[in-house]
């Protein structure tokens, strides 16, 4: 089993509609984690951190559960500017490492 | 200015050849960490640096070396390139242990 699991998609998504997906993790001890945007062969830009109480970014909004493990990604009245390949992060410990879904890929038509 | 640059950024070499890829970075961190991207997978770890000093594999260093020439540099090394370690390659660098990664702009490798 992958450390990371996320749905590779993609989530095709009409222009101003709502996403969700999530990524799964196995290491209970993981401590913080992230979600991340690529566009197509470029590097990883940071989205947002999830914390436990989750939390908002206009329209992003990410949520932690650790109990079932895993964290989510929404993405209310999409752009089509959203188009990205959205990767879920978690580090592995205490000690800096992390381990990197292979992405999910949203894509908005008009 | 980037504040994780990466050199080259694209790179095409013939198998066997020796290929160095550059990462400096200007904010300050002390970890650094050297990727791989290939297509469907994942970034996978190939080595990361905590410190000058400290020189750490990932989870897949075989064919793969790197140097840590200062708190802004950390270069990988192909010493001897193959054709399945064609991919595209990311430098990152972190604050802390659980703070999150800035990447650079990425190296284009192909080994022909």
């Known amino acids: 089993r992958k450390e990371v699991e996320q749905d590779p998609g993609p989530f095709n998504v009409p222009e101003g509609a709502t996403v969700a997906f999530n990524c799964t993790y196995s290491?209970?001890?993981?401590?913080?984690f992230f979600w991340y945007r690529q566009d197509c062969r470029k590097e990883p830009k940071l989205l947002m951190s999830?914390?436990?109480s989750g939390n908002e970014d206009g329209r992003f909004t990410a949520q932690l559960n650790r109990a079932s493990q895993y964290i989510s990604l929404l993405i209310r009245d999409s752009k089509l500017s959203d188009s990205a390949t959205y990767l879920c992060?978690?580090?592995?410990?205490?000690?800096?490492?992390?381990?990197f879904g292979a992405g999910t890929q949203v894509v908005v038509t008009p | 200015d980037a504040d994780v640059t990466q050199t080259p950024r694209n790179r095409i070499t013939k198998t066997g050849k020796r290929i160095m890829l550059e990462c400096s970075q200007t904010?300050?961190?002390?970890?650094m960490y050297w990727y791989r991207q290939d297509p469907g997978l994942g970034l996978r770890l190939i080595y990361y640096?905590?410190?000058?000093?400290?020189?750490n594999k990932g989870e897949i260093s075989d064919g793969y070396s790197v140097s840590r020439q200062a708190q802004a540099k950390f270069s990988l090394s192909l010493e001897s390139a193959i054709p399945n370690q064609t991919a595209l390659y990311f430098c990152?660098?972190?604050?802390?242990?659980?703070?999150?990664?800035?990447f650079g702009d990425g190296t284009r490798l192909s080994i022909l």
């Open positions: 990152a660098t972190s604050a802390g242990a659980i703070e999150p990664q800035h």
């Open positions: 290491n209970s001890a993981s401590q913080s």
């Open positions: 999830v914390y436990s």
């Open positions: 992060v978690v580090n592995t410990g205490s000690w800096g490492k992390f381990q």
């Open positions: 904010k300050g961190h002390d970890r």
């Open positions: 640096s905590f410190d000058v000093k400290d020189i």
